[in-house]
């Protein structure tokens, strides 16, 4: 009776809600747009922020390598992903591609992480976009209070900046794809025109002996340096390479989803990550690595470009480009904007398509009936992010976002394996190649990059995951559309789901014993935490086995 968890999502009813009378979305999206789309959303608080610190904390100057593995998982799983987007071309991404081919349980999982990876990626992005807001006003001499920048755990009390952000792209989604998608290409274009300038600017500053170590000693510390800091850097810096999933989220939006899809996808993918290359050696060509160890916070661009000039009688350097800062400020401040505006898209369009389903409630897919969009679901979102942009450390969301992404390849590319099985006759207007190999290294690159993320990553993720588990144990399992409702099969599959969350709790406390150990008992908080949620959700969960129909 448990076969309700894994019932799928017949192929045909998904393709009818994404043509005619079933899609309540507007088709607006050519390629073009699909590809500002992918790398509106890749181009952003990854590149400009994250590489610095990854950069001085764990890879040095072979951060290039870690952007080079992590460009092969994203290589994976972004052919995986541009199967499914020409097979299904539904909203919802890897969510909707687990509901046809894992079945509803699975489905449920992926999109509840998915919604994990963009709202706090979008948080992530504008704690990023309020860092650079303040260093641009400080250029004019103009302070704003540090206590209303920054959250309570970087010393301050609320960060204003973050929030105005979220919600002035919440508002631009609200009123329409297509306005969005304008908007956002104008930001892409030049966003990608300031990459390319620091490109050429910087590589004549380049400074041979900065890369010299090129990977430095590892310092004791696992992840730090060495080949465990390389790839530790690879799996922070993933967050820079999230984008074009989120292209696939938006495939009820696209005139020509079939043919489209992958171009977007894989193009975007193509684009950004020779930049990405090319940036990153720049960067640590042009200064030292340990220049960007707690300078700036999360905006080290700054430090590099002031580094780009010629040193003076006493060895200090006078920027030759003192205007190039400013630009670069202005047009990170816009590119942050279009990363925001699509990660919000992403997850707007994940819950819209989760409710669809039944799995959540019908307020997440009502639809306004003048702009088209999901209005109230863009607000609730923009609550929740707010919250996150406020108060929580940039460097816990960044990593949970990475976390995030991560599972969710993992599970697109065991889709691939899967539908090649069960539906090996249906059309698809893209095939990944080498199959089963290529979603086999996809799983494999993407896991191993997983495993080197800090174990207080892995803390967040299994928390988040477990509170999912209450949602659809207490609603997702007794509304879902698909399901036969029958008391007994409800209760068949709540004792699955049970004895899994079961599993997560446990392994939950002892993940966050060893992060205890690791640390020197400096984490009471985040262990005794851990603790006492593992403990209530295994008798909670193991309730559900004592149930009867």
């Known amino acids: 009776m448990a076969s309700q968890l894994w019932i799928k999502k017949p192929l045909e009813k998904l393709l009818h809600e994404s043509t005619g009378e079933g899609n309540q979305l507007k088709r607006t999206l050519g390629p073009g747009s699909l590809v500002a789309l992918g790398i509106g959303a890749i181009i952003g608080a990854g590149l400009f922020s994250i590489t610095g610190g990854a950069a001085a904390n764990q890879a040095g100057p072979a951060i290039t390598i870690s952007f080079i593995v992590a460009a092969l998982g994203c290589a994976f799983a972004g052919l995986c992903y541009a199967e499914f987007a020409s097979m299904i071309p539904v909203a919802g991404s890897a969510y909707t591609y687990s509901y046809a081919t894992m079945g509803e349980f699975i489905a449920w999982i992926i999109g509840w992480d998915l919604v994990l990876e963009y709202a706090v990626g979008a948080a992530t992005v504008s704690i990023s976009w309020s860092r650079y807001l303040v260093k641009f006003c400080e250029g004019f001499d103009v302070h704003l209070p540090a206590a209303l920048t920054v959250g309570p755990w970087d010393g301050g009390v609320i960060n204003l900046p973050a929030i105005f952000i979220v919600i002035l792209m919440s508002l631009l989604l609200m009123k ?33 002996s900065n890369y010299v170590p090129y990977i430095p000693d590892n310092t004791g510390n696992f992840g730090e340096y060495g080949f465990s800091g390389i790839i530790r850097a690879a799996a922070i810096v993933f967050f820079a390479y999230i984008g074009f999933d989120a292209v696939s989220t938006a495939a009820q939006e696209a005139k020509n ?22 940036f990153a050696h720049v960067m640590t060509g042009v200064t030292n690595y340990t220049t960007f160890k707690g300078q700036d916070g ?23 480009y003192p205007w190039l800062n400013r630009a670069i ?20 369009r994940v819950f819209f398509s989760m409710s669809k389903d039944g799995l959540l409630p019908r307020v997440f897919s009502a639809v306004h009936p003048k702009f088209q969009t999901p209005v109230k679901n863009n607000t609730m979102f923009l609550v929740f992010v707010s919250l996150f942009a406020a108060f929580v450390p940039a460097r816990v969301v960044g990593e949970m976002t990475s976390i995030g992404t991560l599972f969710a390849f993992i599970l697109v590319c065991i889709g691939i394996i899967v539908m090649r099985k069960q539906m090996p006759d249906a059309p698809r207007a893209f095939k990944t190649p080498l199959v089963p190999l290529v979603p086999i290294l996809g799983i494999f690159t993407c896991f191993f990059m997983m495993a ?45 789901v049970g004895i899994v969350g079961i599993v997560l709790a446990v392994l939950l406390a002892a993940i966050a014993y060893f992060h205890h150990v690791q640390t020197d008992g400096t984490d009471t908080g985040i262990y005794y935490f851990s603790l006492v949620f593992a403990a209530i959700h295994i008798v909670t969960f193991g309730m559900t086995q004592t149930r009867k129909a």
């Open 176 to 208: 329409g794809t297509q306005e969005s998608a304008l908007v956002n290409g104008i930001i892409v274009g030049l966003k990608v025109a300031v990459v390319i300038i620091f490109i050429v600017l910087g590589w004549k500053y380049i400074n041979e």
């Open 257 to 278: 989803p079939k043919k489209d899809m992958p171009i977007g996808i894989l193009g975007s993918l193509v684009i950004c990550t020779i930049l990405y290359i090319l």
């Open 298 to 320: 999360i905006a080290p661009v700054a430090v590099a470009i002031e580094s780009m000039g010629t040193p003076d009688a006493s060895g200090a350097i006078h920027p030759d």
């Open 329 to 348: 400020i202005v047009a990170i401040l816009a590119g942050y904007a279009s990363v925001i505006l699509v990660m919000l898209l992403g997850q707007s």
């Open 452 to 496: 080197f993320l800090p174990l207080d990553t892995w803390i967040r993720l299994f928390v988040w995951m477990i509170i999912g588990f209450d949602v659809y144990l207490y609603y997702g399992i007794k509304n879902s559309f698909l399901s036969n409702k029958l008391p007994a099969s409800i209760v068949a599959g709540g004792k699955t």
